[in-house]
């Protein structure tokens, strides 16, 4: 079975936290198996993250690997207290784009832009293979987005997709920074709340 | 910072948005706050649960095989370094060494920094371990590409390394005065004339490095015969990408050897020094691969410097 068979296989298992959790101690165990394990289960997810705030496969790429590698080297840093393993790996995954991005602007002096990302991403429930569950959480999400005001959002949108500091942000929206940081707060405060429900009726 | 400030910052520190220093504090806090600990946890949940809308895309198949790949094999390095550090035969046990301190890292497996000695540079664990894989199809690629690169061999060959030893007898001289700093550059001087002298004579066979596929020359490799000594240098090497490191390879018929990886300098000049003992006809290439940090067990990543022997 080569990779790609073995990542649409996992895709339309029902997988739990717990999986991921035992693949992570196996990984403190030094089993490498487990690491290629998680690898085919999240591969996926996180290069579609790390793709969509990169642009560039190539990057994404390299991004992907640094990833698992982390996850692997830090294994034992996980704990299941803090999160799940996906949220665990999206993480890190993304702050490993983000440096990217801020090294870009800092070599390249690139624009920051500001369109409206957020608007742009699709509603979920279009991949057959994906749980039932995540879709639920995810339009939850997705809908909470859309729901925000838009000054909050674009507060949020140069944080999660440029990587700026709460500072940057206040220079590119001229708001102050206080204004700035209530707005990131309260933005994130509606975004938790269907996470919140969504715990609520799974556990 | 008190429990408000560090609730404030939460949102930003789950963003990653906050200085380095605000997100240290805010983590201190919640490790020991029940109220910003969860608050954070489910922020950071969140992140990630927004990261999930990210349109699905694909990574290339093949590719994506060659990062898992590369995966476990780093990973099963890793393991059997950490396990069972094997000792290697007495005639490569002098390994690679750099010479300047220009970043040269040992391959996997090597747990130990490898120190700068000129005469008796430090063990170091890629020729400790050398990593020979078996001779694929595309060597035949590669002695292609290298055939049709020139060999030089100049009575400049030395020139970067005299030069540089040239311009430490100045120094040496300027500042002779300041025993501290001079006897640094004398140890120094020392080493570069330790080194040229080794690398000359009918012993040595030089290899001339280019870049793949411009050719554009940017080093020597010297192999003493007799010694078993190799000096390898560039310049002009730029750096390689973010993650990335320079591996050397000697590819032989029957194998490619790792012999250590490095990073040139910001002129991109780099000086490494081994001692290994190879069949004094073995030899067919020296080939420069860039690798993910810590190198690989076998050449994975494009090849951008290739020398023919």
Known sequence: MNPSERELSYSSETRSNADDVALIRRMCDADETALGALYDQWVRSLYSLVLHLLKDPDEAEDVVEETFWQAWR????????????????????????????????????????????????????????????????????????QELPSEQREVLELGYFKGLSQTEIADVTGQPLGTVKTRMRLAMQKLREPLSMHRRVTE | MNHEEAFSELAAVALDSASAEVADAVRAHASTCPECGPELAAMEETVAAIGELAPQARINPGRSAGIRSRLLVRARNERESQSAPVPGPPDIARGVASLTGLGHKATPGAQRPV???????????????????????????????????????????????????????????????????????????????????????????????????????????????????????????????????????????????????????????????????????????????????????????????????
């Open chain 1, 74 to 145: 830090k294994a034992s840093s996980y704990e299941p207290s803090k999160g799940a393993v996906s949220t665990w790996l999206l993480t890190i995954g993304r702050r490993k784009a983000l440096d990217r991005i801020r090294a870009r602007r800092r070599y390249k002096e690139d624009a920051i832009g500001r369109d409206q990302v957020f608007a742009n991403l699709p509603a979920p429930g279009l991949d057959p293979s994906e749980q039932t569950e995540g879709k639920e959480l995810k339009a939850h999400v997705h809908a909470a987005l």
């Open chain 2, 115 to 309: 120190a700068a000695d000129a005469r008796r540079p430090t063990p170091a664990t890629p020729l400790r371990h050398p990593v020979r894989t078996d001779v694929s199809p595309s060597r035949v690629n590669w002695y292609a590409i290298a055939a049709t690169l020139a060999f030089i061999i100049t009575g400049a060959q030395l020139w970067r390394v005299t030069q540089d030893r040239n311009e430490m007898r100045s120094q040496l001289a300027a500042v002779d005065t300041v025993q501290p700093k001079s006897d640094s550059m004398a140890q120094a001087l020392s080493e570069k004339e330790a080194m040229i002298e080794s690398m000359a004579g009918p012993d040595v066979k030089v290899v001339a490095l280019s870049t793949k596929p411009t050719a554009q020359p940017l080093g020597r490799m010297f192999w003493n015969r007799a010694t078993n000594d190799w000096m390898m240098v560039t310049y002009n090497l730029p750096a390689p990408k973010p993650g990335k490191t320079y591996q050397v390879w000697l590819v032989t018929d029957k194998a490619k050897i790792s012999a250590g990886t490095f990073r040139p300098d910001s002129q991109g000049r780099t000086v490494m020094h081994a001692n290994y003992a190879l069949a004094r006809d073995a030899l067919r290439a020296v080939a420069i691969t860039e690798e993910p940090d810590g190198g690989m067990p076998a050449p994975t990543g494009p090849m951008v410097v290739v020398g023919s022997a």
